[in-house]
């Protein structure tokens, strides 16, 4: 049973760090692209950030050069490590991936306000 566990999320000031985990079973995680979505109030969802099997990482515009991801294949574990947060990264961020279905986790929220 494929299984995707979000942690970390929380309250944060502008301009503030955060670093969410993703604990993934029920599949083989090293043989798989991984990603981080997000979704604001009254917003679609959205791709945040990627990293290939091989570890390769792509990002959104809105959070180049601010966000990390990563991944711990021994721990089975994507991060996303969130630097210089703004309000408008306030959403659920949801980890996610793709092997003939969509796989999802149940989201963890971030909100970025002073």
């Known amino acids: 049973q494929v299984q995707l566990v979000e942690s970390g999320g929380g309250l944060v000031q502008p301009g503030g760090s955060l670093r969410l985990s993703c604990l993934a079973s029920?599949?083989?995680?090293?043989?798989?692209?991984l990603m981080w979505y997000r979704q604001a109030p009254g917003k679609q969802r959205e791709l945040v950030a990627a990293i290939s099997s091989g570890g390769e990482a792509s990002y959104a515009g809105a959070v180049k050069g601010r966000f990390t991801i990563s991944r711990d294949n021994a721990r089975n574990t994507v991060y996303l490590q969130m630097h210089s947060l703004k309000p408008e990264d306030t959403a659920v961020y949801y980890c996610?991936?793709?092997?003939?279905?969509?796989?999802w986790g149940q989201g963890t929220q971030v909100t970025v306000a002073s």
């Open positions: 029920g599949f083989a995680f090293t043989k798989h692209e």
């Open positions: 996610h991936f793709l092997r003939g279905l969509n796989y």
